[in-house]
Structure formats: C-alpha cells, structure tokens
C-alpha cells in the first residue's frame, strides 16, 4: 500500500521479552509487552507481504529513471562496505552512488577503490566540514532526476530503488516519498519499526521519517537548496522539514532500509550540540 493520508495511526513499534505469569493454573491477561511484540511482528509481516505485492507489480517495469544515491562517509573504512553493497545489490540498475568523504584520515580511499571499481560510483573527497557540507558536495555532482541518501553504516533492502522510484513512476505529482526503516540498537539490544502516516503537526515535534528513507526529486533541491551548514546535527530533519512542507509526501508502507546503532561508533546523534539544535530546527519552522 502506498499511503498519502494522515489519519492512521503511527506504526512506531519495539521488540520486548516481556512474558505473562500463571495463577493456580489461571494464565493472566496478557501483558503490555506481549501485546506489543504481537503489533511489531504484525508490522513488519504486512510490510514485508506489501514490499512483495509491489515488487510483482514493478519488477518488469522499464528502469529509465536515473537515481543519485548520496552516501556522506568520514573515518568509516571498517563499515562502509555494507552499505556500499547494499546499494550495488539493488533490483533496480539506473543510479549513480556519490561517496562523499568528508575528509577521512583512515583508509577510506584506498578500500573503496581497491574494493568497488564500480563505474556507477564516484568517490569525492573533500576537507572535514560536516555532514551537510559533504551532501551538499555530492548534490552539486549529481546527475539524478530522484534523489536518495543512505549514510555510510547502514543499509536498504534490495527493493528499496525499485520501490520507491516505481512510487514517483505511479504519482507524477509527487516530490517526495518515505518509506518504513527498521533500526536496531545493538548498545540496548533493542530493535524497533519507524514508519508513521504523514502528520505535519507530529513531524514538526520531532523527525520519525529518517534520511535513509526519504527520497525528493531533483527539482526540490534546485528551488528549496541543500542541508543547512549551520547545523551540527539534525541537519536531515530540516531538511525534510522544508521539503515536505511544500511538497508532501507519499508513504509506502514497507520496511526498506536498516538504520544500525552500535557500540564504540562516533554517532551524531549523541553530540553534546543536540538539545541546542533541536531547539534550532523548531525555531527555524515556528511560524508553520
């Protein structure tokens, strides 16, 4: 299904061992976090048996429409490769994957050339500015008429281009789609489901549409500009925020892409910059 309406309810889900108890034989009411793994379990089996549906519909379909898959990486030559071959494995051929390396001081370079001779990919590398600097590098190069991002330690699944670009295909008059992504904790051991019908009030209290799942067509780039360089953080929530705004977008209602938090990674998100810019992005879209 590919949803564009705002009035069902939020398919935010977790994973939990929660286990009911028995009373002299009586087994008690199941419990919240039975009842919660019973919803998580339906979610992501809907999603996968309408990722299926899909995919009979648009794998026969023509693959003329070019994508530009932008991938920021810094310091990130002992993951990057499963993001990379994520995106080589797609079922869907027509894109180009913009490395952009935000000034690496591993052996980045080295391992993506000796490793991915891929002439759909091209590896720019560029001074330490930031995340956003380094999307915008890659945005300037790109030749797409879509754009996609994935970060460089997480994943799609092998239908995500065919999916969401067939979404554009089937609604011309859209300028942006989402999709459902699976994250995983591995500091808490604990997976969850972000995917949400498209609520503008519930998106401007905080971003449940992350960035590896979010595709705009071109032209929103060239009228609406890039990432905000003055943002340290949550550079992808503004973003989304600007160009849903005039654009709202489609939801398919699949579990395409894998967001992955590990231990000992240098996550973002966990900077000391992040209830300041939090505060920032609010502050940029408060007149809405």
């Known amino acids: 299904m590919i949803d564009n309406l705002g009035d069902k309810k939020s398919k935010i889900r977790g994973t939990s061992t929660g286990q009911s108890t028995q009373h002299a034989g009586v087994r008690s009411e199941t419990s919240v976090d039975e009842k ?8 992501f089996f809907r999603h996968k048996m309408n990722e299926l549906r899909l995919l009979r519909l648009y794998k026969d379909r023509p693959q003329d429409i070019k994508v530009s898959v932008i991938m920021p990486t810094w310091n990130r030559a002992f993951i990057i490769g499963r993001a990379i071959h994520s995106v080589l494995r797609q079922a869907y051929h027509n894109f180009e994957l913009i490395i952009s390396d935000d000034g690496s001081i591993d052996n980045s370079t080295q391992y993506i050339k000796e490793n991915y001779p ?4 091209m590896y720019i590398k560029s001074n330490h500015s930031g995340v956003s600097a380094a999307r915008n590098i890659a945005l300037r190069q790109s030749s797409g008429s879509l754009i996609g991002y994935l970060d460089s330690d997480d994943e799609w699944s092998e239908n995500y281009l065919l999916l969401m670009v067939n979404a554009f295909a089937d609604n011309p008059g859209a300028g942006t789609v989402y999709c459902g992504v699976k994250s995983i904790n591995y500091v808490c ?6 995917f949400k019908a498209y609520d503008r009030k519930a998106l401007l209290r905080r971003n449940y549409i992350p960035i590896n799942g979010f595709m705009h067509k071109r032209e929103l780039y060239r009228e609406l500009g890039g990432f905000n360089q003055d943002l340290t953080v949550l550079e992808d929530w503004d973003l989304i925020l600007r160009y849903t705004k005039t654009y709202p977008p489609l939801a398919v209602e699949c579990t395409l892409a894998t967001y992955f938090f590990e231990k000992d990674f240098d996550h973002l998100t966990l900077s000391k910059d992040l209830y300041d810019m939090n505060a920032e992005v609010k502050k940029l879209h408060i007149t809405e």
């Open 118 to 121: 891929d002439n759909r990919i």
């Open 36 to 43: 919660l793994d019973r919803i998580l379990e339906s979610d």
């Open 189 to 194: 051991n604990h997976t969850s489901v972000f």
